[in-house]
Nanobody
């Protein structure tokens, strides 16, 4: 069982930056692909990006490429989402999620952290 706790959300002006963190409990953190998702009010949850267990593969949704960066520190059981040049449309509840490398679906989810970008 893996428990995930996000932190780092807040209110920021357009063009600003935030870094979200997601701390994972449990062992074998490097055996999990970690993902970031977001859900804006009235919209479906959206995939933001993910990172493989050793960090060798990282993918992003097109709308955040060049602005967001996912990284992980397996020694600290933590994954990060660095968000730069934030836009009002980035406003959402951001979740981290984990899945075992051999499994297709994300089975473990955090409680979310709110990011609000003002114009």
């Amino acid at each position: 069982q893996v428990q995930l706790v996000e932190s780092g959300g807040g209110l920021v002006q357009a063009g600003g930056s935030l870094r979200l963190s997601c701390a994972a409990s449990g062992r074998s953190f490097s055996g999990y692909t970690m993902g970031w998702f977001r859900q804006a009010p009235g919209k479906e949850r959206e995939f933001v990006g993910d990172i493989s267990g050793n960090g060798g593969r990282i993918g992003y949704v097109e709308s955040v490429k060049g602005r967001f960066t996912i990284s992980r520190d397996n020694a600290k059981n933590t994954v990060y989402l660095q968000m730069n040049n934030l836009k009002p449309e980035d406003t959402a509840l951001y979740y981290c999620a984990g899945r075992r490398i051999s499994v297709k679906d994300f089975a473990y989810w955090g409680q979310g952290t709110q990011v609000t970008v003002s114009s």
